[in-house]
């Protein structure tokens, strides 16, 4: 089946602005993370759904920051008042979820490239 | 936070040679998973290993994990140009409900020249 997949493929905005990033994951996949990247370095953790309920959102950096997967499907990472330093690769990756190989691997959309000017 | 400590940071091999990339991290896992990804985009998924195995082949990838050490490493065999990317082992622990919080390293860019 198809893989994960982010729209739009970049973004390009103003400091202040509101934006909102969306990922559809694997059909059938529990598990819903974002991640973001910024240059040079390793993807780094925001939030994590499992259904519908955000299980884990340590990773958020502040309340700029929000993130809902109402049908536990697609879910919409969005920020307020973005800032420059908002400017990364924005990813979003899915698995299955439980014990065993493919249930515990995560599966990558191609990301979200967001530049706030 | 970033665990996982890639070693070399950036790496160049003619192709045909073997590639060798390191990876430490700092606390316990339940497993490792290496990840490709080219141009600064999505990343792949290339194995998984997980933290009672030592060992583990997947075509021309070979994965080693010692827990003991704290370290994984990741070599590629008979490289080819289309292995250039950068390479990141993400360790894998338990967050409940099912699933494993992924924590990146900064990745090693490979280089693999015709």
């Known amino acids: 089946g198809a893989g994960v997949s982010q729209t739009p493929s970049n973004k390009v905005t103003e400091k202040g602005k509101y934006v909102e990033l969306r990922c559809d994951p694997i059909?059938?996949?529990?598990?819903l993370y974002w991640y973001r990247q910024s240059l040079g370095q390793g993807p780094e953790f925001l939030i994590y759904?499992?259904?519908?309920?955000?299980?884990?959102d340590s990773g958020l950096p502040n309340d700029r920051f929000f993130a809902v997967r109402p049908e536990g499907s697609v879910s919409t990472l969005k920020i307020q008042r973005t800032e420059r330093g908002d400017s990364a690769v924005y990813l979003c990756?899915?698995?299955?979820?439980?014990?065993?190989?493919?249930?515990?691997?995560?599966?990558f959309g191609p990301g979200t490239r967001l530049l706030v000017l | 936070s970033q665990q996982g400590e890639e070693d070399p940071q950036a790496l160049s091999i003619q192709e045909g040679e073997n590639a060798t990339m390191n990876c430490s991290y700092k606390?316990?896992?339940?497993?490792l998973q290496w990840y490709r990804q080219n141009s600064g985009r999505g990343l792949v998924h290339l194995i998984l290993?997980?933290?009672?195995?030592r060992e583990k082949h997947s075509g021309r990838l070979r994965v080693t994990l010692d827990t003991s050490k704290k370290s994984s490493s990741l070599l590629i065999t008979a490289s080819r140009a289309a292995d250039t990317a950068s390479y990141f082992c993400?360790?894998?622990?338990?967050?409940?409900?099912?699933?494993?919080?992924?924590?990146f390293g900064k990745g090693t860019k490979l280089s693999v020249i015709p």
């Open positions: 290993i997980r933290s009672n195995e």
């Open positions: 993400a360790t894998a622990t338990y967050s409940g409900a099912g699933s494993y919080q992924l924590t």
């Open positions: 759904f499992q259904g519908t309920g955000a299980a884990d």
């Open positions: 059909s059938g996949h529990t598990a």
């Open positions: 606390t316990s896992i339940n497993n």
């Open positions: 990756a899915s698995s299955s979820g439980g014990r065993g190989t493919y249930q515990e691997t995560q599966y």
